[in-house]
């Protein structure tokens, strides 16, 4: 099973900018499809954006689309979010997933722990 390690959450006032990073094991180093999803309080839990990091297929879900951009460093494993723009509806707990059959999909095996990031308006 791949395990990850969360980390760079924090809070930002509106307009700022935050890079939440991922770090991977335990996967041999093949390709497989990796995820930041996020969890707002009362609601439930949405897709961020995916990458496959032997392909390099990226995914955007709607909220991140022209904001975040999401990349993998194939030589120390982590998976990257850099969030631009960012906006008070953006605050929630951010979860980094791997492995999973689609990357755009929702199935993943694996899940960190989650970061927070606090958008103040």
């Known amino acids: 099973q791949v395990q990850l390690v969360e980390s760079g959450g924090g809070s930002v006032q509106a307009g700022g900018s935050l890079r939440l990073s991922c770090r991977a094991s335990?996967?041999?180093?093949?390709?497989?499809?990796m995820a930041w999803f996020r969890q707002a309080p009362g609601k439930e839990r949405e897709g961020v954006a995916a990458?496959?990091?032997?392909?390099?297929?990226?995914y955007y879900h709607d909220s991140a689309k022209g904001r975040f951009t999401i990349s993998h460093d194939n030589f120390n494993n982590v998976m990257r979010l850099q969030m631009n723009s960012l906006k008070p509806e953006d605050t929630a707990v951010y979860f980094c997933?791997?492995?999973?059959?689609?990357?755009?999909?929702?199935?993943?095996?694996?899940w960190g722990q989650g970061v927070q990031v606090t958008v103040s308006a």
């Open positions: 997933a791997a492995d999973a059959p689609t990357c755009a999909g929702l199935n993943y095996r694996s």
């Open positions: 990458i496959g990091t032997g392909s390099g297929y990226t």
């Open positions: 335990g996967f041999g180093g093949r390709g497989i499809c």
